[in-house]
């Protein structure tokens, strides 16, 4: 029986795995994890300044684990016929392509995304007129 000790700063996050598998998220705090023999206890810290998460563990959060998810993250996708136009503190951050998923640290900064349609699936009339002159 062993005990890990973690302490997480107020502006990062930590991913606690079991073995390889997800075990928990920590907020800001000091931590003491029990450890059982032959446990492989790993943490993985995100830096929530930089407010875009990019972890390879987003796909089993979305999918395993919405409850993290909705308290945590903002997340932003686009289907195949629009963009997200994404705002970090009222300044455009990043643009987000079709068919494309984002996740953003909902306590990091303020986070807004404008979605705009880029591909109409059916064309105006005046459009359909010009096409067939």
Known sequence: MLFKRLCINENERVIVTRNGSFASLLLPG????????????????????????????????????????????????TTESEIAMIFVNGMLYQVLLPGKRALFW???????????????????????TALEG
């Open 106 to 128: 909902k306590d990091a900064a303020s986070v807004l995304a404008e979605m705009v349609t880029v591909i109409e699936s059916e064309l105006p009339e005046p459009m359909l």
């Open 30 to 77: 000091v931590y003491r994890l029990f450890v059982w023999p032959f446990t492989k206890i790993e943490t993985e810290s995100y830096d929530i300044t930089k407010p875009m998460f990019r972890s390879r563990w987003e796909g089993h959060l979305l999918g395993k684990r919405p409850d993290l998810v909705a308290a945590h993250f903002m997340v932003v996708e």
